[in-house]
């Protein structure tokens, strides 16, 4: 004889967790959009801006770009979109219209995102109070304008999919390789690119020079063995190096908006991944 009581409860309980997995955990969703910095580029930089209502400007040597509202705004965000129209967004990097998003959008590096968490972090967009804020349009260089171009240099860098793991290598590695290329995009910018804004493979995470005259450092042993793991790990929280300096501004903002708010097991997995990136030489030229 099966008891009433805990027979339902146990029916609700599957109930909802099958409901959770069809829509999504918004909760989890929130942890994802931090571990992917998504609020940086869709959030204005001055006080009291609205949270993902867009507005903050991108500088590239295409051209500003402007991170659009993704508040469920109807009009002004992304308030008429299906999770489809998210997921095509983030894998294929393509409109509900079908047009191209510009690489600026860093889609290269969401399209490694599983499909489940795609999935909640669409939960948790859904969740964001609707802000009326219209999206600017970006100022390209003439050339950069079309978006049709960007058919071309998907066809030549992007391969969408999600991250396949590395069965050579133990569980905490590739959970950092999941957070460093699926959802922190490290490689956007600590990895050199040629004169197509691609980056290069055989220079990953090999450092690169931003504008304004920063540079993203060597991520790979060559460099990073001249740390502990506690020092690497409170680099990453505190934005300070062992030496009581502080990060520049770019880096304090990744600290701040992602690699902080990581749980201990992920900045662990994260940091065993550094540790075990081929080392190359040199440093940003
Ligand atoms: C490095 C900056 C950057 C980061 C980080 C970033 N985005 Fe964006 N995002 C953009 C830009 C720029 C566009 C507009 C691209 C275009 O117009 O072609 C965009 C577009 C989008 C769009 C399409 C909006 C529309 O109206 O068509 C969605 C959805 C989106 N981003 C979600 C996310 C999510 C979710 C994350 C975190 C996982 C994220 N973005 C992180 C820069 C960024
Ligand atoms: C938006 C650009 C950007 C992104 C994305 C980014 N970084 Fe950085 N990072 C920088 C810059 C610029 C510096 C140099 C800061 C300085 O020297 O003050 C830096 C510095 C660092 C340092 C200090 C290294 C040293 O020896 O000085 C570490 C460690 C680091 N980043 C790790 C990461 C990891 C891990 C990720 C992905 C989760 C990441 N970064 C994503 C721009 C970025």
């Known amino acids: 004889m099966i008891a009433k009581g805990p027979a339902l409860a146990g029916f609700f309980f599957l109930l909802g967790a099958g409901l959770a997995a069809a829509q999504g955990d918004a909760k989890r969703g929130e942890y994802l959009a931090a571990a992917g ?8 930089t001055r006080q009291g801006a609205t949270p993902y209502a867009g507005g903050r400007a991108l500088k590239t040597p ?3 770009f402007y991170g659009p509202n993704i508040t469920p705004d109807l009009q002004a965000g992304i308030g008429r979109w299906l999770l489809a129209d998210f997921t095509r967004a983030l894998r294929e990097g393509r409109r509900p219209d079908g047009a191209h998003y510009f690489p600026a959008f860093p889609y290269p590096s969401f399209t490694r995102a599983s499909d489940a968490d ?4 669409w939960a948790y967009l859904r969740t964001l109070k609707p802000s009326a804020q219209p999206s600017r349009p970006h100022e390209l260089g003439f050339f950069f304008r079309w978006r049709f171009l960007v058919a071309l240099w998907k066809w ?3 391969t969408p999919g999600p991250l396949q793991p590395d069965p050579g ?4 590695v590739n959970r950092g390789a999941y957070l460093a290329q699926a959802l922190g995009h490290c490689g956007e910018c ?3 690119r040629n004169w197509l804004g691609a980056p290069k493979k055989n220079r990953y995470l090999a450092g690169a020079k931003l504008d304004e005259g920063t540079a993203a450092p060597n991520l790979t042993p060559t460099r990073l063995k001249r740390y502990g793991d506690g020092e690497l790990k409170d680099i990453l929280t505190s934005g300070l190096f062992p030496d009581g300096d502080v990060l520049g501004d770019t880096m304090s903002e990744v600290v701040r908006n992602t690699t902080s708010k990581l749980t201990p097991p992920d900045l662990d997995a994260l ?3 550094l540790r075990n990136l081929p080392p190359l030489p040199g440093e940003p030229k």
């Open 271 to 273: 940091i065993a991944y």
């Open 62 to 64: 295409f051209g500003t």
């Open 118 to 121: 795609l999935r909640d972090l």
């Open 169 to 172: 290598k133990s569980a905490l």
């Open 37 to 44: 910095g998504c609020i940086g580029c869709h959030t204005e």
């Open 190 to 192: 600590h990895t050199p």
């Open 156 to 158: 030549l860098f992007f």
